[in-house]
């Protein structure tokens, strides 16, 4: 950036000069950057976009375990995971960050908004690489429960296996002939209710695989048609619960377990 008015060249860059004479605008040391600011070329700087007005979603996130490597929680449905898209303020990881103060908590793998249950953060940058890395090369044991509709024809347990793909700009992801890169241990419990275990972690997986034996998950707007539901409906959650989490612990090596403490809910 040349010199000279700093509010007067973002305005005429980025639209952002009334970010700068707000004092909203900072350097990558913290330090602010105001109207008399000279940067030098290629500086980096950071700004806080404008949020819309999100909606409040209405339920608390328990936590199940804290120490100094990890938090975990018990994810409410209808929150999500992460900043993405209209839901900022609403997710696990803003809420917590403020909350608990740890700026530099994350996500050592992904819930989707719907689904409730175990999700691990990470406290620190230093040991986020290890847990995640754990999640995605498939050390972690995984079991979900749900609740759908019953087939007697189906034989329990079974296997599914497929071929999931999942592209930017659709909702649903879809089954497509080749490879299997997703699978399934599914299991009836009896009265629509079914503990799954994936032995992969493709997005949507547990959905599309119950909706492609004709069990879509109860209250599932995506599988297997695509449901609109405002925003602020907290009328009908995913019956898809991740009821427990098991690994060998990457810092310390010892063995961990962590079980929700919700129920599905009620139909």
């Given amino acids: 950036m040349r010199g000279g008015n700093v509010a007067e060249e973002f305005e005429r860059r980025w639209g952002s000069g009334a970010k700068v004479l707000a ?36 339920f608390d996130v328990p936590i199940l375990h804290r120490d100094n490597d990890i938090v975990v929680v018990d994810k409410p ?36 908004r719907l689904t ?38 189906l034989t ?20 497509e002939p080749g490879e299997s890169n997703a699978e399934t241990v599914i299991e009836h419990l009896g ?3 079914y503990r799954l275990t994936p032995r992969t972690g493709r997005t949507h997986q547990l959905r599309v695989h119950m909706s492609s034996l004709g069990l ?12 609109d539901v405002a925003v602020d409906d907290f009328s009908t959650p995913l ?3 991740a009821h427990s989490l098991e690994f060998p612990d990457p810092i310390s090596g010892a063995r961990r377990r962590f079980v929700s403490a919700r129920e599905l809910p009620a139909d």
């Fill in 156 to 175: 329990f347990p079974m296997t599914v296996r497929s071929r999931i793909v999942k592209r930017r700009g659709c909702l649903q992801a879809l089954q």
């Fill in 23 to 58: 004092g909203e605008v900072f350097r990558a040391d913290g330090t602010v950057v105001d109207a008399a600011t000279v940067l030098p070329a290629g500086a980096v700087v950071y700004l806080y976009r404008e949020l819309p007005n999100e909606v409040v979603v209405p």
């Fill in 216 to 227: 879509p998950i109860t209250g599932d707007p995506l599988y297997p048609e695509v449901v």
């Fill in 239 to 241: 019956r898809l619960l």
């Fill in 191 to 193: 009265n629509g209710r």
């Fill in 77 to 112: 449905h209808f929150l999500a995971t992460m900043p993405r898209g209209r839901h900022v303020a609403q997710t696990v990881v803003v809420r917590l960050r403020r909350e608990l103060d740890l700026p530099e908590l994350s996500p050592a793998h992904r819930l989707d």
């Fill in 116 to 153: 409730a249950g175990v999700l691990v953060c990470t406290v620190r940058r230093d040991v986020r690489a290890a847990y995640q890395t754990m999640f995605a090369q498939g050390r972690v044991h995984k079991t979900y429960l749900a609740h759908a509709g019953v087939d007697p024809e």
